[in-house]
């Protein structure tokens, strides 16, 4: 049973609206709701207040009299997915989820039931779902007093209706192409399109666009009858597209013994969501700098006093903080020069105390044009945050380290203030609350990647919410494993941890062709479909993240079209990744 502390993202994610209404019961007497994101609402009166006709005569009752009723400590149950149309034969996992305010969102051990056996058929205790006859009828849940129900379309055609739209903007896309087989199809001027498929069998369909602009879709195994696919435009692989730069000033740094030199960083908020960055996006290209007559090879970023004083770092368009710290580091440190992202912030953080920081909110970046900012740290890491860690997963040679990125919630995303790195429990350097006096809260993100970060190896990464200085991160996911890939026959297998929603796998051919790849969790097994443009299989460069969320399936994804990007991103709790090139055998 997973528990998920309460974040910004998730509670979003968990309100978001997604599938059609269901109504459903509780015990009370008030009315109560499942709206489209499949969320139950009990508004009925007041249960604390019912009448006890229990007879029991223990102190436990305060102003409340026991009926029998289950009182629910949780505010409400969702069943997910909501709303699903599958074919006689089908089968896939009903998920029953407990959200509260205050614990966040818990997966129900839930007693399943449903409403027609001659429809449907469900097991009891994991919730999977069977459709054995043409009709509908509900899927029930039943966890701490609370009371859930979904509606299940069950037809005997194999009709399957594709929606394709903009992953961006949710715009359909006219006349997108989908394919499942040998058969090919052409959506409307509202992207949507109509073919058959194999009663009962999950279909692995691919959708794109003839003229361009959007990397095309595989989705692999679809066991819902009607899917909103979303199309990534080009540009979401094209990384970001603006640049800010400038000075270091570093007069407010302390001063650098004769053996030593003051060395920094700089870098933007995370202006999308931090689960679903990969090691190379926290420096910039590197660049070879004079220091003591050496070359060295640094990241564009990072900024070495009497080298390099001037930063160089890519961001998003639009709203964009800054963050930049500096201190003294012994030269022989320096000049070895950073191999990967873990030693250049395993460097830094040996000497972190001594290092001073500046955070400027309220910029704005633009393609086109460089945006000049200087940076001048003075502030010291004065602060702590204790962060505690769970052991990392199955996989992990038990030798790595985790970075923790103390992140404030503000304008233009979210902005490093602290860092950390180690295992267990950890004390996590943060700066002083002038240096960024607004905030909408904090967060820890936990980092940890197979090898060591920057090293090519699977990663888990966690994002927990600060409450009073302590933040705590209970448990991880498996990181990916069994990448493979035959080019001649097509097969591709991959096992993600079984309790993910999805995963997605951007593949890039050594020619320059693309895909993205929708899989379902746990040890996956198949055959890229052909029936796209073309993807060349023999070297190809796997950037693939499988995500946790709050409260859905991989089909309610499919449904819902919950694979688009902000989506994805906003309602990730947790991740999983691997960013490694793969050859074909």
Same mark, same amino acid.
Not at 14 to 19: L, S
Not at 226 to 251: C, H, K, Q, Y
Not at 278 to 291: G, H, P, Q, S
Not at 417 to 443: F, H, I, K, M, N
């Given at each position: 049973?997973?528990?998920?502390?309460?974040?910004?993202?998730?509670?979003?994610?968990?309100?978001?609206?997604?599938?059609?209404?269901?109504?459903?019961?509780?015990?009370?007497?008030?009315?109560?709701?499942?709206?489209?994101?499949?969320?139950?609402?009990?508004?009925?009166?007041?249960?604390?207040?019912?009448?006890?006709?229990?007879?029991?005569?223990?102190?436990?009752?305060?102003?409340?009299?026991?009926?029998?009723? @289950?009182?629910?400590?949780?505010?409400?149950?969702?069943?997910?997915?909501?709303?699903?149309?599958?074919?006689?034969?089908?089968?896939?996992?009903?998920?029953?989820?407990?959200?509260?305010?205050?614990?966040?969102?818990?997966?129900?051990?839930?007693?399943? #039931?449903?409403?027609?056996?001659?429809?449907?058929?469900?097991?009891?205790?994991?919730?999977?779902?069977?459709?054995?006859?043409?009709?509908?009828? !509900? &899927?029930?849940?039943?966890?701490?007093?609370?009371?859930?129900?979904?509606?299940?379309?069950?037809?005997?055609?194999? =009709?399957?209706?594709?929606?394709?739209?903009?992953?961006?903007?949710?715009?359909?896309?006219?006349?997108?192409?989908?394919?499942?087989?040998?058969?090919?199809?052409?959506?409307?001027?509202?992207?949507?399109?109509?073919?058959?498929?194999?009663?009962?069998?999950?279909?692995?369909?691919?959708?794109?666009?003839?003229?361009?602009?959007?990397?095309?879709?595989?989705?692999?195994?679809?066991?819902?009858?009607?899917?909103?696919?979303?199309?990534?435009?080009?540009?979401?692989?094209?990384?970001?597209?603006?640049?800010?730069?400038?000075?270091?000033?570093?007069?407010?740094?302390?001063?650098?013994?004769?053996?030593? =030199?003051?060395?920094? &960083?700089?870098?933007?908020?995370?202006?999308?969501?931090?689960? !679903?960055?990969?090691?190379?996006?926290?420096?910039?290209?590197?660049?070879?700098?004079?220091?003591?007559?050496?070359?060295?090879?640094?990241?564009?970023?990072?900024?070495?006093?009497? #080298?390099?004083?001037?930063?160089?770092?890519?961001?998003?368009?639009?709203?964009?903080?800054?963050?930049?710290?500096?201190?003294? /580091?012994?030269?022989?440190?320096?000049?070895?020069?950073?191999?990967?992202?873990?030693?250049?912030?395993?460097?830094?953080? =040996?000497?972190?105390?001594?290092?001073?920081?500046?955070?400027?909110?309220?910029?704005?970046?633009?393609?086109?044009?460089?945006?000049?900012?200087?940076? %001048?740290?003075?502030?010291?890491?004065?602060?702590?945050?204790?962060?505690?860690?769970?052991?990392?997963?199955?996989?992990?040679?038990?030798?790595?380290?985790?970075?923790?990125?103390?992140?404030?919630?503000?304008?233009?995303?979210?902005?490093?203030?602290?860092?950390?790195?180690?295992?267990?429990?950890?004390?996590?350097?943060?700066?002083?609350?002038?240096?960024?006096?607004?905030?909408?809260?904090?967060?820890?993100?936990?980092?940890?990647?197979?090898?060591?970060?920057?090293?090519?190896?699977?990663? @888990?990464?966690?994002?927990?919410?600060?409450?009073?200085?302590?933040?705590?991160?209970?448990?991880? /996911?498996?990181?990916?494993?069994?990448?493979?890939?035959?080019?001649?026959?097509?097969?591709?297998?991959?096992?993600?941890?079984?309790?993910?929603?999805?995963? %997605?796998?951007?593949?890039? #051919?050594?020619?320059?062709?693309?895909?993205?790849?929708?899989?379902?969790?746990?040890?996956?097994? +198949?055959?890229?479909?052909?029936?796209?443009?073309?993807?060349?299989? +023999?070297?190809?460069?796997?950037?693939?993240?499988?995500?946790?969320?709050?409260?859905?399936?991989?089909?309610?994804?499919?449904?819902?079209?919950?694979?688009?990007?902000?989506?994805?991103?906003?309602?990730?709790?947790?991740?999983?990744?691997?960013?490694?090139?793969?050859?074909?055998?």
């Amino acid at each position: 049973m997973r528990l998920l502390r309460p974040s910004l993202l998730a509670l979003l994610a968990v309100v978001a609206c997604k599938d059609g209404d269901s109504v459903v019961t509780d015990t009370d007497t008030g009315p109560s709701v499942i709206g489209e994101s499949g969320i139950f609402t009990d508004s009925g009166g007041a249960d604390s207040d019912s009448q006890d006709s229990g007879g029991d005569s223990g102190g436990d009752d305060t102003n409340a009299d026991d009926t029998g009723e @289950v009182v629910s400590d949780w505010d409400s149950l969702s069943l997910s997915p909501a709303l699903i149309r599958v074919d006689v034969g089908a089968t896939f996992t009903a998920r029953a989820v407990l959200f509260d305010d205050v614990m966040g969102t818990q997966d129900a051990a839930a007693l399943f #039931g449903v409403s027609d056996a001659t429809v449907l058929s469900v097991d009891a205790s994991t919730g999977l779902v069977t459709a054995l006859a043409e009709g509908s009828a !509900f &899927i029930t849940a039943d966890a701490e007093g609370l009371h859930a129900e979904a509606l299940v379309a069950v037809q005997a055609d194999g =009709a399957l209706t594709v929606t394709v739209v903009d992953g961006l903007t949710g715009a359909p896309i006219p006349s997108a192409r989908v394919s499942y087989g040998d058969t090919r199809v052409t959506g409307d001027a509202d992207g949507r399109a109509t073919l058959t498929v194999a009663l009962g069998a999950p279909a692995d369909i691919s959708v794109w666009v003839d003229s361009g602009g959007y990397i095309p879709l595989s989705v692999m195994g679809a066991v819902p009858r009607e899917l909103t696919l979303p199309l990534r435009p080009n540009s979401e692989e094209s990384g970001p597209v603006a640049t800010i730069g400038g000075d270091v000033l570093f007069d407010g740094c302390l001063k650098a013994d004769w053996d030593e =030199a003051i060395v920094g &960083i700089v870098g933007p908020s995370l202006q999308r969501a931090p689960l !679903f960055i990969n090691a190379e996006d926290l420096l910039a290209e590197d660049r070879v700098v004079k220091f003591y007559g050496i070359d060295v090879e640094i990241p564009g970023n990072l900024v070495v006093q009497g #080298g390099a004083e001037t930063y160089e770092t890519p961001a998003h368009e639009g709203d964009v903080a800054l963050w930049g710290f500096a201190g003294p /580091m012994p030269i022989s440190e320096i000049s070895a020069g950073f191999a990967d992202v873990g030693q250049a912030f395993g460097a830094v953080l =040996a000497h972190l105390d001594n290092f001073r920081f500046q955070a400027i909110p309220g910029l704005s970046a633009s393609a086109s044009i460089a945006l000049d900012q200087p940076v %001048r740290p003075e502030h010291s890491f004065d602060q702590e945050v204790v962060v505690e860690l769970a052991a990392l997963p199955e996989g992990f040679l038990g030798n790595e380290d985790v970075l923790v990125m103390l992140l404030e919630v503000g304008e233009g995303g979210m902005t490093l203030t602290g860092l950390g790195q180690g295992t267990g429990t950890l004390s996590v350097g943060r700066v002083a609350a002038e240096a960024w006096p607004v905030s909408d809260g904090l967060y820890a993100l936990a980092w940890a990647e197979v090898g060591g970060l920057g090293t090519g190896g699977g990663s @888990v990464m966690a994002l927990v919410p600060v409450e009073a200085g302590f933040a705590t991160v209970t448990d991880w /996911m498996l990181p990916p494993s069994g990448a493979a890939l035959d080019a001649a026959t097509r097969a591709l297998s991959v096992t993600t941890d079984a309790g993910a929603t999805g995963a %997605r796998l951007y593949l890039v #051919g050594n020619d320059g062709s693309d895909r993205d790849i929708l899989l379902p969790a746990g040890a996956f097994t +198949g055959t890229v479909p052909k029936e796209a443009p073309k993807l060349q299989l +023999g070297r190809t460069r796997w950037d693939l993240i499988a995500v946790e969320t709050p409260a859905d399936t991989y089909e309610s994804l499919l449904i819902g079209g919950g694979f688009a990007p902000l989506s994805l991103e906003a309602n990730t709790t947790r991740s999983s990744g691997l960013d490694a090139t793969i050859t074909g055998s």
